[in-house]
């Protein structure tokens, strides 16, 4: 049987139409940058509440065009915190270094969302860094910290969580043998 046209464009696509998905994708991708850039500015208002949901949204868009702003964004007491947590949404390595410095910060919950999100990261040059804070006066941070070294699965971490197993509060404790258990999973059968 002999197909019409207009019946193979229904069984087989019409011949133009990958061309006008690729230029949907291509416009699509340009308005998103142009979201991006716009929020980028945004993080360099007077305005407090702009600057913090600019940063906010830039990790929900997850677009790593917005890293080096939202590193820069780390200076702002105001936002550091969110920017924190938007790096780790985002996932782009440059975020690794910056992150590491925020854990010496003498705000408890900015060491914690950075140690949330250098887990995210699994990058093994945070390791050492976090296990700093297994030590902390803070019991969150010390349980996050934890966490986090689970995630990346290092050896190195194990013996510093298993100092922990004395720690006074319960959470950190599970934490860290939930982290021993992840780590001693990721181990080659020799």
Do not use: C
């Amino acid at each position: 049987m002999i197909q019409t046209p207009d019946e193979q464009d229904t069984i087989q696509g019409h011949p133009k139409a990958l061309d006008k998905v690729e230029q949907a994708d291509e416009e699509m991708k340009s308005r998103r940058r142009q979201k991006v850039m716009i929020l980028v500015n945004l993080l360099k208002s007077p305005y407090q509440l702009d600057r913090e949901k600019a940063a906010d949204y830039l990790g929900e868009l997850g677009d790593a065009y917005a890293v080096p702003a939202l590193i820069e964004a780390l200076g702002d007491p105001a936002i550091s915190w969110i920017a924190t947590e938007s790096l780790g949404k985002i996932g782009d390595t440059r975020a690794v270094g910056p992150l590491i410095g925020v854990l010496g910060s003498d705000e408890k919950w900015l060491r914690r969302r950075a140690a949330e999100a250098l887990g995210k990261f699994r990058d093994p040059i945070a390791v050492e860094p976090l296990i700093r804070l297994l030590s902390d006066k803070k019991h969150d941070v010390r349980e996050v910290s934890a966490r986090a070294l689970g995630q990346i699965g290092d050896e190195r971490a194990v013996p510093a969580l298993q100092g922990l197993s004395n720690d006074p509060d319960l959470k950190v404790r599970d934490a860290a043998l939930v982290s021993i258990q992840m780590i001693n999973k990721k181990k080659p059968v020799s």
